[in-house]
Each structure stands twice: as structure tokens, then as C-alpha cells.
């Protein structure tokens, strides 16, 4: 019996922007990817495209200095023929740390709190956090912000292979508690691994097919 599950099986560039008029034409649905500096996100993105280097990786913080627009194409087999859907992966600017200047870093915030209000086709902000470390205040301020906004949200506790399995179990219920999240607002990933890339998938594709 076919899957009915859906998978991403191709991710491409396709812009950068700083401001609207530079942001893509057509209109598709958009998820965007927001946290920390070096927090992992173009790693998660080269992850979830199974494509190593679409989105660079730097091991210096604050490299991704636009917001990155990636058309990503899913595919959910169905027993007469495949069902496919299109969304732009968005990758914005990381907060909390950026080699350059104040200035710059305040430029960054306006054009990411233009988009962020603006947009019509956002559907889902996935808040990646390092689940290393406690929750920091930019974390916090983050997700408080983003509710103000009424997006819905999902938060992503990265580099879950760099701690033991009863750490995980910790920190994970650290961030449920700090944030008031249940398990349907929280997942962790292993960008190396893959791991719970096909959860990941599924859940951003339900608040797309709402």
C-alpha cells in the first residue's frame, strides 16, 4: 500500500531580499525559519531538502546577513496518483550575535519585522533553539514577539546529537515549561542524522493543507 505520508524530494535557491519588491512574485505559501546565529538553520534546510550545500553553512555566527527564499517541492503518494505541493522555505537573518555593525544589525531587525508583519503567505515561523544551552532572553523575546503577531509557531530544539538521551529529556521539558509548549509545538532534530526530519515534514505540511 503507498505511503500517505509526505516527503520533500527537491529544494532550490531562488532569492535573496531585503526589502518586498525584492521578495518572489508568485504567491505560494511560505514557512520561515528564525533563531539564534549559528543556531543551524541552513543546516536543518540542507537536511529537510536532502540537498548538502542549497543553503551555505558557516561555522562563523551571523553570516546570513538577507532573508534567503528556497521553493521547496513535497510529494504525498496516493493509491491513484502522487499529490505534490510547492512552499517557499524562508530563511531569515539570525539574532542575538553578528559580526558587523549596529547599525546593520538594526537595519536587519526593521526589514525582518516588515516581513514578518507583512507577509500574506506566511503560514508557519519554525523557532529553531539550541537545546545545549537554557533558553536565552533573545529566545524568549522572540517567541513572545511572535505571538504578538498571532503566527502560529513551532519550536525546533537543534543539535539534540550533541547531548546525552536523558539530557535531551531534560532540556526538552526545560523549554516546555518556559514557553508553555505541548509536544504538538515542539520537536527536536538532528541535522547529521536526519532525525525526525519525516515528523518535521508532517507537521508543516498539516498547517499547510489547513
Known amino acids: 500500500m503507498a505511503s500517505t505520508q509526505w516527503d520533500i524530494v527537491g529544494g532550490e535557491f531562488v532569492t535573496s531580499a531585503v526589502k518586498a519588491t525584492q521578495y518572489p512574485r ?25 540537498r548538502k550545500g542549497m543553503a551555505r553553512v558557516s561555522s562563523a555566527p551571523g ?8 521553493l521547496f517541492k513535497a510529494k504525498r503518494s496516493e493509491e491513484k496518483e502522487p499529490v505534490r505541493h510547492s512552499f517557499y522555505a524562508v530563511d531569515l537573518p539570525g539574532y ?34 539550541d537545546i545545549r544551552h537554557a533558553p536565552m532572553e533573545s529566545d524568549i523575546d522572540c517567541y513572545q514577539w511572535l505571538l504578538s503577531l498571532g503566527l502560529p509557531i513551532l519550536v525546533i530544539l537543534t543539535k539534540s546529537d550533541k547531548l546525552s538521551k536523558g539530557a535531551v529529556i531534560t532540556q526538552t521539558a526545560l523549554y516546555k515549561k518556559t514557553f508553555g509548549l505541548d ?12 532525525t525526525n526530519r519525516r515528523e518535521l515534514i508532517q507537521r508543516i505540511m498539516a498547517q499547510l493543507d489547513r
Not at 63 to 70: D, H, M, P, S, V
Not at 183 to 194: G, P
Open 183 to 194: 509536544d504538538d509545538h515542539l520537536i527536536t532534530y538532528t541535522s547529521t542524522a536526519h
Open 96 to 129: 542575538g550575535f553578528a559580526r558587523t555593525s549596529k547599525g546593520n544589525r538594526d537595519e536587519w531587525s526593521a526589514f525582518i519585522c516588515k516581513y514578518m508583519e507583512n507577509s500574506r503567505d506566511l503560514r508557519l515561523v519554525c523557532v529553531l533553539m
Open 63 to 70: 553570516k546570513t546577513q538577507t532573508i534567503n527564499f528556497y
Open 26 to 50: 508568485d504567491t505560494i505559501e511560505e514557512v520561515a525559519f528564525i533563531g539564534r546565529s549559528n543556531v543551524g538553520k541552513s543546516s536543518l534546510l540542507n537536511s529537510l531538502a536532502r
